[in-house]
C-alpha cells in the first residue's frame, strides 16, 4: 500500500491547486485517485484537472485555493516514517485561503489509512471534504438528487449528484473492497454528496489514451471550523 502526501511548493502556472491532497494505492490500483492527464484541446483540463474538486482535499466556500506566488507553499510538521507506513503532518496558514488555518494529519498504518483534517477561521465557511473514488460508493437509501455548486467550474463537470444529511455527523460506507468512515468531530450534522465524476485519462501518448470510471464522495459542513477524521480500510490482501 502506498499514500502519497503532497503539502509543497507552487509554480503558478504549471501547478493545480492541490497541496495537502493525497492518493491511496493498494498495490493493484488507486483507491483514493489522482484525476489522470487530459489534452490541452479539452475543456477538462483546464475546467476540471486544473481544480481542486478533482483532488482528494478540502475546498473552502467551493473555491480553488490560490497557487500563485512564493508564499503559497505549505509547511512541513512532522513526517514519521516507519516499516508499516508512517504519519505525516501539514499546514497551510492563511496562504491557500485567506483567513483560513489548514492542517492535515495522514498515518498509514499497513492496511489501515487514517486522515484528520481541521481548519480554523474567525470567519464562517462552506468545507467540502473530497475524496476523489475508483469504485462506486455504496451508501445505502435515503439519498435524492440534489444540485452541488461552487464558485469553482469543477462543479460543472460532475453528473448524477445525490445528497444525504446525516445528523449524527457519520457516515460508513463501501467502495470496492474499501471501507470508510468519515467522523465529523464536532458530532454535528454533516451533508455528504456522492456523484459521478469525468472519467480518469491515462497514458504515454494520445493513441495510447485509456479511461477509467471515477466516482467522488463530499462531505460539506458549516462554520467556522472544521474537524473531520477518516478510517479507511483496505482489502488485507493489500
Known sequence: NTLVFRYGFSDGGH?????????????????????????????AYLG??????????VLVDGQDM??????????????????RGGKAVAMLDNNGYQGVKLVRSVELKG?????????FSEDEHTYDYVLALSDKPELGDGFEDAQFEGKSPAYEFIKNVKSKTYKNGIVTF???TTKFEIKNTFKTPIEVFWAEA?????????????????????VRTKGKNLSLKSNVVLDKKH
Open 198 to 218: 469525468p472519467d480518469i485519462m491515462y497514458g504515454s501518448s494520445e493513441k495510447d489514451t485509456h479511461t477509467i470510471k471515477s466516482y467522488m464522495l463530499v
Open 174 to 176: 463501501k467502495a470496492g
Open 111 to 119: 492496511n489501515k489509512f487514517i486522515d484528520w483534517f481541521e481548519a
Open 15 to 43: 501547478s493545480h491547486p492541490d497541496r495537502l491532497s493525497v492518493t491511496l494505492h493498494n498495490g493493484e490500483k488507486e483507491i483514493l485517485t489522482d484525476c489522470g492527464t487530459y489534452s490541452y484541446a479539452q475543456p
Open 66 to 83: 490560490q497557487i500563485r506566488g512564493g508564499k503559497t507553499a505549505g509547511k512541513l510538521l512532522a513526517f514519521e516514517p516507519d516499516k
Open 48 to 57: 476540471w484537472q486544473k481544480r481542486g474538486l478533482s483532488h482528494n482535499l
